[in-house]
């Protein structure tokens, strides 16, 4: 079933009156196949924080994509190529005004956010990050936004530091000013943690980092598809994001990179499509944004991308995160008058991602037994064991909600974690 227009559905209200709404939930999820499907009549799906699912809007685009003009692009003089050739920078155009980019050439195709990253990793650190140079993380990073920075100081013999959070799981931002130093040459830091669901004063970093001469990289993928974002307003350098979390395909994200960054920068990746021109022993690359997409893209991923973005802008980020800070409230007080349950992270200004552990009870084994209810939340480290370091913990496990989800389904969780505290208590 396709409705026509989303929009329709803000700021009517919803079925449950208790709580203020700005979404029709009803009728946003009638735009996804996937809960109608009948094997999903019971589903509960609480795990957008690692996928999303994606309205018919998204597989639509995909598929004509497929079925009426496959092609590959930037290659062909036909015009079933060019067809596909204006979609794939058609999408790149959009996706720059989405986040505020200043050109759409800003605005590079990945495969999703861990690649973004990797791409500055080896694009800029391996040019410029020298012995003695200082990079600075955060201890909420997923590994995406870590790792290769582990990998990039250990190239360059630089050294990694961190900003620590405290127990409320909030960045302690009054240590920046020790950790920024002169050596300094980048910060990389979460735009909202995928565990805690912290929301990060990225302009605050981004400012204190500049006055020292640093880059900063921000890492939007849980940010992205919950809130506006301006990446001029802020004066990021790098920033990154993946599709498939924000109702887009899987296999597609964004490096935007500040042109003159960008510019500067090495491409990763070498091949078709990246070239100005080839000599017998050398080459030169294509100008931005070509120098960083060689080979064949996933076009369709791409164009499915844009068509997200149309949904998400016809619901409005300001809608969506309302929808969901509602949401998440409402979860958390629940949960505070749940004495066997404990809550990580922020009880104020965070994403709708709630990581929970069970008194005596394995994450795993909530998560196994959720999923026996047709309810599917995530558990383990969440690709952040310096985050489970700091709380003490193996793994946790983890509720997130989208637009797509109500109320009923809210308390459909709470009601399934008392039955787990029962069907648990006597192995506790
Ligand atoms: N977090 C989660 O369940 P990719 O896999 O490249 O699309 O995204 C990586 C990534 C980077 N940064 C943050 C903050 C993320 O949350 C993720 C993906 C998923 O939390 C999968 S581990």
Redesign the pocket.
Known sequence: KQKNNPNQAVNEMSIVESVPKTLNVADIRSHFPIFSYPENSELVYL?S???TQRPVQVLDAVRKFNEEYNSNIHRAAYKMAEKATAGYECARLQIAQFIGAKHAHEIIFT???????NFVAYGWANKFLKPGDEILVTEL?????LVPWQMAAKRAGAKLKFLPFNANGELEYEKLDDLLTTCTRLVAV??????LGTRIDVKRIIDAAHEIGALVLV?G??HVPHSPVNVQELDADFY?F?G??MLGP?GI?ILYGKEKLLDDMDPVLFGGSMIDDVQYQESTWAELPWKFEAGTQNIPAVIGLGAAIDFLQEIGLENIEKHNDSITNYVLNELAELDFVTVYGPRQNRNA?ISFSMQGIHAHDVATFFDNKSIAI?SGH???KIVMKKLNVASTA?A?FYLYNSIEEADRFIEVLKQARGYFAKWI
């Open positions: 795990d924080a690692a996928t495969r999703g956010a861990t690649e973004a990253a990073e997923h590994h995406s936004n979460t735009h909202a943690s995928n565990v890492d993928a849980q990154i993946s498939h979390k899987m994200g991602v995530r969440h690709c952040a983890r997130s």
